[in-house]
């Protein structure tokens, strides 16, 4: 797990996904490295705010996964 402060991010790599949050956020977005640069695939939502690699940490173990759906809206057509 990773920490930097010039982002102010959360990162942790494994099983061919990245996890990132950025400091004081409730969610961790989800992204498979092998579909760059495509959005993220799921969210995790805690229930505390993340503001260290521990609370990061926490958040990856005990927060709620869910997959992102994306569809088409026509807002720029």
Request: charged share 20%; hydrophobic share 30%; with cysteine.
């Amino acid at each position: 797990m990773h920490w930097n402060s010039h982002t102010n991010m959360f990162w942790f790599g494994a099983n061919g996904n990245e996890y990132m949050a950025w400091k004081g956020s409730h969610q961790i977005f989800i992204y498979p490295c092998d579909k760059y640069p495509n959005p993220p695939s799921g969210v995790i939502q805690h229930n505390k705010r993340i503001e260290t690699l521990k609370d990061f940490e926490d958040a990856l173990n005990t927060g709620h996964e869910f997959d992102c759906v994306y569809v088409k809206s026509g807002i720029l057509e």
